[in-house]
């Protein structure tokens, strides 16, 4: 996939995390409170590990990062946002994070244990998704986006990478590297190149409405095996972004309901984008989209 791009912005400390049986404060944790199980999967920091928390029995994922790689990149703010933010965050499609500790050269994070793994990993082995679990992902991930942007969290990178299935396939964005909690317009771009809004590609201010055009390239991606403006290079994806130059193939066969909700929320002005609660009422979604991968915690921004 494409590269990603950054900005960095200072979070507010929140000292309490987690929730259930591994309620603690921070401080509490230690490696000598976990079984470290098989390893889940490798990032540019460190590696992730399958868990149980000793007391409890519960099973969780743990992300090891090094302090080393930290310095190196220059990292610590964004990953202090991060953890803020998502330890923040409570919702059924949402990726709990429920604490981290350290010691000398390592960051612990307590995550939650995601047990059908990364949707690209799906896409890439199928190709492309039925319409019907297009529309259920679509579904979910609308009400997760609608429930961080009610607390003024803008997500900014979402994928199918960042994007996890707990054992009833339910989804799950999982990772907030890049999001930001702010109520007023940014002007930094971050994100990664295939998904990244027109008003990101041309450096003007954006808001949460680069969630909702991120809808719309997954959608399309979801149902054609592939993001809607890839091109041989970054140059001329950056130009079919700005000129929103949208095509839909006629392999594999898509409906025209499916065409019009990524039409809507491919729109290079943000604010004629589809809303949020608009996407849950599109036909498309009414039709197809499977109401027990559905969280029934609706919660739309005032």
């Not at 002007?187 to 003007?204: F, H, I, Q, S, W």
Request: glycine share 6%; with cysteine; hydrophobic share 35%.
């Amino acid at each position: 996939m494409s590269s990603t791009l950054q900005e960095d912005e200072a979070v507010q400390e929140n000292n309490t995390v987690g929730e259930g049986e591994t309620k603690r404060k921070r401080g509490d944790w230690s490696l000598k409170d976990f079984e470290i199980g098989r390893p889940l999967g490798r990032g540019k920091f460190g590696r992730v590990y399958l868990a149980r928390e000793v007391k409890s029995k519960y099973m969780v994922a743990l992300k090891v990062i090094f302090k080393e790689q930290i310095e190196k990149y220059n990292f610590h703010h964004q990953l202090k946002r991060e953890m803020e933010i998502q330890a923040s965050l409570d919702h059924p499609n949402v990726l709990r994070l429920f604490g981290w500790f350290h010691d000398e050269e390592r960051i612990f994070l307590i995550l939650e244990y995601a047990e059908g793994g990364e949707l690209y990993k799906k896409l890439k082995k199928k190709r492309y998704l039925t319409e019907k679990e297009s529309a259920t992902y679509i579904a979910s991930l609308t009400n997760a986006l609608a429930y961080c942007h009610k607390h003024d969290v803008i997500h900014r990178d979402i994928k199918p990478e960042n994007l996890l299935l707990d054992y009833e396939g339910r989804l799950k964005i999982a990772d907030f590297g890049w999001s930001v909690q702010s109520r007023s317009k940014r002007r930094t771009m971050c994100g990664t190149l295939d998904y990244l809004a027109p008003e990101m590609v041309e450096n003007k201010a954006h808001d949460y409405a680069v969630d909702n055009w991120t809808l719309g390239i997954l959608c399309y991606e979801f149902l054609y095996g592939a993001p809607p403006f890839e091109a041989e290079s970054q140059k001329d994806t950056f130009s079919r972004i700005m000129k929103v130059d949208l095509t839909f193939p006629s392999d594999p066969p898509v409906s025209m309901e499916a065409k019009n909700l990524i039409a809507r929320l491919l729109v290079k002005d943000s604010s004629k984008r589809l809303s949020l609660q608009k996407i849950l009422e599109h036909p498309w979604i009414i039709k197809n989209a499977d109401p027990k991968g559905i969280s029934k915690e609706l919660d739309f921004p005032d």
